[in-house]
């Protein structure tokens, strides 16, 4: 009985180390969530200066009048590319603030679970010096 309670308890302590190899695993997934959010600031800073630059070729092309047509279909589709980097910044903000908070959630389950793991392996040591005191008291039982 001792032996497979200090197996369990073993057991329990091992669970708990990988448990917490988890909870750093994710709060590094966690830093390089936040990495990303600030690099998709950056371009979407880039996409908006650009649909700016867009808008003023725009305005100098129609200056230009027929001269400045070709220009204004460049002006055009910067402007397009403009939307489409700022609409997929966006789209990719929300799926990486979707999986921060999946990340969160398992996270909290980790250490909820780590909570049980480490209330087994007491829980088996308590049951471990109980078997103990017993066996104790039946030796001394028998040799009176």
Avoid: C, P, W
Wanted: charged letters at 20%; zero cysteines.
């Amino acid at each position: 009985m001792t032996a497979t309670s200090e197996e369990v308890t073993r057991s329990a302590l091992g669970v708990s180390q990988r448990l917490d190899e988890l909870v750093s695993h994710s709060q590094d997934m966690v830093r390089d969530i936040e990495s990303s959010f600030e690099i998709l600031s950056s371009v979407k800073r880039i996409a908006d200066q650009s649909h700016m630059l867009g808008l003023n070729a725009a305005i100098e092309a129609a200056r230009a009048g027929e001269q400045g047509r070709g220009f204004g279909v460049v002006a055009t589709e910067i402007r397009k590319l403009a939307g489409d980097s700022h609409s997929l910044v966006q789209n990719i903000q929300s799926q990486l603030a979707g999986m921060k908070q999946a990340i969160l959630q398992m996270d909290r389950s980790i250490q909820e679970i780590k909570g049980f793991s480490q209330h087994q392996g007491q829980s088996m040591q308590e049951l471990s010096r109980a078997y103990e005191h017993v066996a104790r008291t039946a030796t001394e039982l028998t040799n009176l």
